[in-house]
C-alpha cells in the first residue's frame, strides 16, 4: 500500500502488476479446479477440460516464470528502481509499527504508528514511501511466487524427480507442498483483492496501480506550500457502504472456506491419513465463493486497465488544442471538448 | 488340481474365485519370468506394445539361492537373508487401501462397491499424483507421448490393470492369472490365497506396510 500523495509502479511494473495478475489467475483457476474438484467440477470444463486444463496450468505456470525472469532483472539493473529498493526492505520501525497497530486495534494507542499510516491525509514527507503492510505484501508475493515456481518445476515430470531422489514420497512431498502454499496464495490475494478495491479511498478499484508513476498526479515539491494532500476532495461513490460489506463477507467465507477444505480433504493435498472430513454443501458453496472472489479481483485488474486508458484519453483530449474544422459551406466551425470527469 | 509330491499337500490352480471381494497377489516361488502374464493381458485387451499392465520386475538378477535357482525365496527374504534372483509379477493389487484413490485431486481413479480399483477415463486430468502414490508401478501413461500432453509434460489419460473385471464378471479368471503356466498370479479371497500360500509353503514378498495396503490391516494379519 503506497500513500496516497505517492505514485506507485513505473510504467513497465504497472504492466508487469497486469500481466501477473492475469498469469496468476489463470493458475488459481486451473490449480484449483482440480484441487477442489468436487466443488469446482464445473470450472474444469471451463478451462480446458481434463485433457487440456493441466496444460493450460502448465503455460500459465511458464508464463509467470518468463515474466518474473525478466521483470526482477529489470528491477535490479534500472538505476530508479535500484534506488527505491532500500525503501521496500523491513525496518525495525515496521516491527514498532506493527505492534502498534495491535495496540491501537485494542484501544491501547491514541494513533497509529508513521509506518503505518497510508492514506488518512498525510502528507508524502510524514510517511515512509511504502507502510509496513505494504512491505508485507511485496515480500511474502516474492517468497511464495519463487516458492511455487520451483516446486511447480519440480513436479513438472515426476518420473524425473522419482529417478532423481530414487524415492516415489518425495513428489508426494512437493506436490502437497505446492498445493498448501497455493491455498495460502489463493487467501492473500483474495485479501489483497479486498484491500485494495474497497479501501473508500479507492473503491472500485486503486487505478494507480495501473496508471504508471509519471502520469499519476502527485506531489513532490515543498509540502508546507500546501495545507493538506487533497484527500478532502475526495468523495465517496454512494455504492460502497453495502459493496464493501457484501464482498467483505465473501472474502471471509472464501478464505475459512478453502482453508478448511484444505485441512478436511482427503488425498490431495492433505494425505489421507490427516483427513478429518468429507465432501459438503455448504463446503462447495463456500469454495465457489472464494473463486467468485477470485473472479472479482481478475475483473477489477481489467477495470483498473479500463480506466487507465480512459483517464489518458481525457487527458490527451484536455491538452489538445481547439481545433478549427472547416464546415461543408466553407465557414469555420469551432469545436471545443466540454470539462471531462476527471476535472470532478 | 495338482499334486505337490514333496509335501503331499494339495495346491489349487490360480484362480480359486472371482468377481466381489477378489484379490489379485503373486507368488513369486511359482514365477519364472516366461512373460506369459504379460502377453496375454496384452492379446485380451489389444494394448500398444509399450503399454504393460502387467510386468515382470526381477531382483538379484543372475544371483543364485543358496539351494538352486528357486529355494525359498520368501523364507530367506523373511530371516534377512540374500534370496537369489526373484521374478515378481506387477500390476493393479486393487488394494483395500489404495494409495492411487488417495492421492487423486479429481476422483479419477475410485474403489469401487465389489472392490475393483478402477480409472474413470472421463476425470483423469494426467496431473500422476497415482504414480508418484502407488508403489506397485501399476499406473501408466501411454499417451503420454501424444499431442499436449508432450508438449506440457502431463500424462495423458492414466491406464492401468482392471484385474478383468468383465472376465470376472463372467466367471472368467484375469487373463494373465488364466495364462499363468506356474500359476503363480493368485485370484480368489484374502483367506483363500492365504491358505494357499501357506499350502505351497511360501509367504507373501511383501513387507508389513505393503501387505496393509494391499489387503487392509485385518485381512494383512491372515498373512501372519
Known amino acids: 500500500m503506497t500513500n496516497l500523495d505517492h505514485g506507485k509502479f513505473s510504467r513497465v ?20 479446479a482440480i484441487a477442489f474438484n468436487t466443488e469446482l467440477w464445473w470450472l474444469v470444463e471451463l478451462m480446458g477440460g481434463n485433457q ?69 491525509g498525510y502528507k508524502a514527507d510524514e510517511v515512509p514511501l511504502i507502510s509496513y503492510i505494504g512491505k508485507g505484501v511485496i515480500w511474502i508475493f516474492t517468497v511464495e511466487l519463487l516458492l511455487l515456481m520451483l516446486s511447480g518445476l519440480l513436479i513438472w515430470r515426476k518420473t524425473w524427480l522419482i529417478d532423481f531422489y530414487d524415492s516415489q514420497s518425495v513428489v508426494m ?17 483474495m485479501f489483497h483483492t479486498f484491500e485494495h478495491g474497497f479501501h473508500p479511498a479507492f ?13 499519476t498526479p502527485n506531489f513532490h515539491g515543498d509540502p508546507d506550500d500546501h495545507e493538506t494532500t487533497g484527500i478532502e476532495r475526495l468523495r465517496r461513490k454512494s455504492s460502497w457502504r453495502w459493496a464493501t460489506n457484501v464482498m467483505g463477507v465473501l472474502v ?21 491419513s490427516l483427513v478429518f472430513d468429507e465432501g459438503s454443501v455448504l463446503r462447495t458453496i463456500g469454495i465457489n465463493i472464494g473463486i467468485f472472489v477470485l473472479l472479482v479481483g481478475l475483473v477489477l485488474s481489467v477495470f483498473g486497465n479500463v480506466l487507465r486508458a480512459r483517464y489518458m484519453r481525457q487527458r490527451r483530449e484536455r491538452e489538445r488544442p481547439t481545433e478549427r474544422t472547416p464546415a461543408a459551406d466553407g465557414s469555420g466551425s469551432t469545436r471545443d471538448d466540454g470539462p471531462s470527469e476527471a476535472d470532478d | 488340481m495338482t499334486q505337490d509330491e514333496s509335501s503331499g499337500q494339495v495346491m489349487s490352480q490360480g484362480v480359486m474365485s472371482t468377481g466381489e471381494g477378489m484379490r489379485i497377489f503373486p507368488d513369486v516361488e511359482a514365477c519364472i519370468d516366461c512373460g506369459g502374464c504379460v502377453v496375454a493381458c496384452k ?30 525365496k520368501t523364507g530367506r527374504l523373511a530371516a534377512g537373508e540374500n534370496p537369489g534372483e526373484t ?50 508401478g501399476a499406473p501408466q501413461f501411454p499417451d503420454s507421448n501424444d499431442g499436449a500432453a508432450q508438449i506440457f509434460g ?65 485381512d494383512a494379519q491372515l498373512f501372519q
Open chain 1, 13 to 32: 511494473t504497472t504492466m508487469f502488476h497486469s500481466l501477473l495478475a492475469l498469469t496468476v489467475f489463470i493458475l488459481f483457476f486451473t490449480g484449483y
Open chain 1, 52 to 120: 487440456g486444463v493441466l496444460s493450460i496450468h502448465r503455460l500459465a505456470g511458464f508464463a509467470l516464470i518468463a515474466l518474473t525472469g525478466f521483470w526482477v532483472p529489470y528491477m535490479l539493473l534500472r538505476s530508479a528502481s535500484r534506488s527505491n529498493f532500500r525503501s521496500i526492505l523491513p525496518a525495525p520501525s515496521d516491527v514498532t509499527a506493527f505492534v502498534q497497530d495491535v495496540k491501537f486495534a485494542l484501544g491501547r494507542a491514541d494513533e497509529r504508528h508513521p509506518a503505518a499510516r497510508q492514506f488518512a
Open chain 1, 173 to 189: 512431498a512437493f506436490v502437497a507442498f505446492h498445493g498448501l502454499l497455493g491455498v495460502i496464495m489463493l487467501m492473500g490475494v
Open chain 1, 203 to 215: 473503491y472500485p478499484v486503486e487505478m494507480k496501480a495501473f496508471l504508471p508513476k509519471e502520469h
Open chain 1, 252 to 272: 471471509v467465507v472464501g478464505i475459512v472456506s478453502v482453508m478448511m477444505a484444505s485441512l478436511e480433504y482427503g488425498g490431495y493435498p492433505v494425505p489421507d
Open chain 2, 43 to 72: 492379446r485380451t485387451w489389444d494394448r500398444e506394445i509399450d503399454n504393460q499392465r502387467i510386468d515382470i520386475t526381477t531382483m538379484a538378477e543372475g544371483v543364485a539361492g543358496p539351494q538352486g535357482e528357486n529355494a525359498d
Open chain 2, 87 to 136: 521374478s515378481l509379477p506387477m500390476q493393479c493389487y486393487h488394494c483395500e487401501n489404495a494409495p492411487c484413490v488417495s492421492v487423486c485431486p479429481t476422483n479419477a481413479l475410485q474403489k469401487e462397491d465389489d472392490g475393483f480399483v478402477s480409472v474413470h477415463e472421463d476425470l483423469c486430468v494426467g496431473c500422476q499424483y497415482c504414480l508418484s502414490g502407488c508403489p506397485f
Open chain 2, 154 to 218: 502431463t500424462g495423458g489419460i492414466m491406464d492401468k490393470c482392471t484385474g478383468c473385471r468383465e472376465r470376472q464378471e463372467v466367471q472368467k479368471g484375469p487373463a494373465c492369472a488364466e495364462e499363468c503356466a506356474t500359476d503363480a498370479i493368485l485370484v480368489g479371497g484374502a483367506g483363500e490365497i492365504a491358505d494357499e500360500l501357506e499350502a505351497r509353503d511360501s509367504q507373501p514378498f511383501f513387507n508389513d506396510e505393503a501387505m496393509a495396503i494391499i489387503f487392509g490391516e485385518e
